[in-house]
């Protein structure tokens, strides 16, 4: 009877132990998968955060490769804007190197016909020069020298001369030798009517009359 009793006992001990162990062992695999629930929440966390960072530095690439591209294009809108230019202003340079060299060469072949076509007058000026006692000469820029002879009876190779400025509208004496008297008369003459010739047959005639006072 006793046994019996003992028995049931033992059973009933190991029983109790072996639900004691499976509630453990549960409990063991409950707390397993909380945990793994934990990992697997926090690895899920941490991926999106890396996710939203990839993102946003993708975000960030394409915006600095959207503004490279248009840097890109500006630069080269101005590089064909430039190049144009460049070519316009090349054009001009020639044409302008085609015009200077075109005049240059008119300059040269006018320059060569005066001499040529002084030369041929020469003779003939110095005819005239004699004759008309009247000879014309380059002082400087816009001043006309106009020298007299053949005015002096006691010396037909003496010189009376008048230099003229031309620079202004009105013109004015720069030099005369002898000084004439009259010379006031004569220019403002000249200034009202232009006319030259009637000038230098008056500045002669006042030198002609010089030597007579």
């Known amino acids: 009877m006793n046994s019996m009793v003992t ?6 001990k190991y029983r109790i132990a072996q639900n004691n162990g499976i509630a453990e062992l549960e409990k063991f695999k409950a707390r397993q998968v909380f945990r793994s629930h934990q990992k697997l929440q ?3 966390r941490v991926a999106i955060a890396e996710e939203a960072a990839l993102a946003k530095a993708l975000d960030k690439e394409k915006e600095e490769a959207s ?3 248009k840097t890109v294009q500006q630069l080269s809108a101005r590089y064909e804007e430039l ?3 460049r070519s316009h202003l090349e054009n001009q340079i020639i044409a302008l190197q085609k015009e200077v060299t075109a005049k240059r060469d008119a300059k040269i072949a006018l320059k060569k016909a005066l001499d040529e076509q002084m030369m041929k007058n020469k003779p003939e000026l110095a005819a005239y020069e004699a004759t008309l006692g009247l000879r014309i000469v380059g002082v400087k820029e816009d001043h006309i020298g106009f020298v007299f002879t053949r005015l002096n009876e006691l010396d037909w190779d003496k010189e009376y001369s008048i230099t ?3 620079s202004q509208y009105d013109f004015a004496v ?3 030798t002898p000084n004439l008297p009259e010379l006031s008369s004569l220019l403002q003459h000249l200034n009202e009517t232009r006319d030259f010739y009637g000038f230098l047959k008056r500045a002669r005639k006042a030198f002609k009359d010089l ?3």
Do not use: G
């Open 42 to 44: 926090e690895e899920l």
């Open 83 to 85: 190049r144009q230019t």
């Open 164 to 166: 003229i400025d031309v």
């Open 211 to 213: 030597p007579n006072k």
């Open 67 to 69: 503004n490279m591209t």
């Open 7 to 12: 028995s049931r006992e033992s059973k009933s």
């Open 174 to 176: 720069s030099e005369c």
